[in-house]
């Protein structure tokens, strides 16, 4: 049986950053993986997500943004190969409230470049989007879009270079302690290994099969997503110079994000609702289609608020939200064994903090101190009811 420093146990993007950043600091690390290094399984698949700090959900997630940006950087700085593709970002709503406000609040908090932009002034400079009287947007210049597969296959490339060992298509059923403090992880072929530390980054299933501990805190959710072509008149209406990734809080609360097409090889615009059409689900339940009500809900939008796009999708699939019971990140060590750490829960938006949230597993895994204050996102938030 093989001893390993740390063992990361589920490589989405939290998993797969993590195993990179122990792997890279000298770590002796294993990533053990249920299915394939891509999959449509989980919340990490796909080939594109939003980076953007003027964050409405809160100034709290500065920190870890800021760094999560920076190492964004030095990650595309390893490959000839696009991982970053700046965009610019719009957050649209009904003036001073939701979204608007909370960016403004983060972007004024963290000196991040941005723009306030009145009804008359978002119609003219981004056309694509149907704009009301009473609605304002914060533009940021320096968001983008982070190509999902790539970063999370660097990643584990990078791990391995750096002597990480892996296990794809291993699911592990069992951890327990063995010798003092050593844990004892069972896949479910019966294989065994040993090590210091374990980093459970297993998203929908986590509370499920490993952290039960944590299943009065996380739920999860089937939530579908879409792809649109535009209309031949409206086209330069979506080129990059015309069209960032955005997100649209409808006058009626719901919130809708976007993603242009063009970026990655999927077509058309990417586009899905943000707090809507959630489905409660098992993370087993691998049902990957959109359900006939929801395509014509979202068609009456995309009409409403683009009228440049053909309201029909071309494409639609459904993906998984791990949620919180508050939507903010579970990110802490294990009541139960001391060495076992975690980060879930993301709730829909955590895939850009990966590269900072997989560097502090790395090192809490290793006993050392994270650069970045987690505290907000300790369990010990919540009181014993979980609410
Ligand atoms: C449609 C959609 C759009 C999104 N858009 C954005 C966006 O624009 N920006 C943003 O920041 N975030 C976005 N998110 C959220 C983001 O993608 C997720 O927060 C993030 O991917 C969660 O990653 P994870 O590593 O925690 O979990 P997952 O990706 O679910 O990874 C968990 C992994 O663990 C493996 N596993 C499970 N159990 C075991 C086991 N017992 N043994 C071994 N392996 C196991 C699974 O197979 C899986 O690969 C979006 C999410 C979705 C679904």
């Known amino acids: 049986m093989k001893d390993y420093d740390v063992i990361v146990v589920g490589l989405g993007i939290m998993g797969s950053s993590t195993l990179f950043h122990a792997a890279r600091s000298g770590a002796s690390t294993l990533g053990i993986e249920s299915f394939g290094p891509t999959h449509q399984?989980?919340?990490?698949?796909?080939?594109t997500r939003i980076f953007r700090r003027a964050y409405w959900e809160?100034?709290?997630y500065l920190p870890l943004l800021n760094r999560a940006h920076q190492l964004w950087a030095e990650l595309q700085a390893t490959t000839d190969e696009k991982l970053i593709v700046p965009?610019?970002?719009i957050f649209i709503g009904p003036q001073s409230t939701g979204v608007v406000k909370g960016s403004r609040n983060t972007a004024k908090a963290g000196a991040i470049a941005h723009e306030v932009l009145?009804?008359?002034?978002?119609?003219r400079r981004f056309p694509a989007f149907h704009i009301?009287?009473?609605m304002e947007a914060i533009y940021e210049p320096g968001a983008y879009i982070i190509m999902a597969n790539k970063v999370r296959l660097q990643m584990i490339d990078l791990a391995i270079q750096n002597g990480a060992e892996t296990r794809f298509g291993r699911m592990v059923k069992k951890i327990e302690k063995c010798d003092g403090s050593v844990l004892l992880i069972t896949t479910n072929d019966g294989e065994k290994f040993r090590a210091r530390s374990v980093v459970i980054t297993t998203g929908p299933w986590m509370a499920r099969d490993l952290l039960p501990e944590l299943s009065n805190h996380i739920s999860s959710k089937r939530v579908p997503i879409y792809w649109?072509?535009?209309?031949?008149k409206h086209k330069q209406d979506f080129t990059s110079d015309n069209f960032p990734v955005f997100l649209y809080e409808h006058p009626d609360g719901h919130l809708i994000y976007g993603i242009p097409a063009g970026a990655s090889s999927e077509r058309g615009v990417k586009i899905g609702f943000h707090n809507r059409?959630?489905?409660?689900?098992?993370?087993?339940?691998?049902?990957k289609t959109v359900s006939k009500q929801h395509i014509a809900e979202m068609s009456r939008y995309i009409k409403q608020l683009f009228p440049g796009l053909n309201p029909h999708p071309i494409a639609s699939r459904s993906c998984f939200y791990t949620m919180s019971t508050d939507e903010n990140f579970l990110i802490g060590a294990s009541e139960k064994f001391s060495n076992i750490f975690f980060a879930s829960a993301c709730s829909g938006h955590g895939f850009k903090f990966g590269s900072a949230i997989g560097e502090s597993l790395a090192l809490l895994a290793q006993g050392k101190r994270p650069p970045i204050d987690l505290s907000a996102f300790?369990?010990?938030r919540f009181d014993v009811s979980g609410k």
Do not use: M, W, Y
């Not at 399984?41 to 080939?47: D, I, L, N, P, T």
């Not at 009145?118 to 119609?123: E, F, L, P, S, V």
């Not at 649109?228 to 031949?232: I, K, R």
């Open 41 to 47: 399984f989980g919340s990490s698949h796909g080939e």
């Open 58 to 60: 809160g100034e709290k």
């Open 87 to 89: 965009t610019g970002g």
């Open 118 to 123: 009145d009804a008359t002034q978002i119609r």
């Open 132 to 134: 009301p009287d009473g």
């Open 228 to 232: 649109f072509d535009n209309l031949d």
């Open 277 to 287: 059409q959630h489905v409660p689900c098992t993370p087993n339940d691998i049902k």
């Open 378 to 380: 300790a369990v010990s």
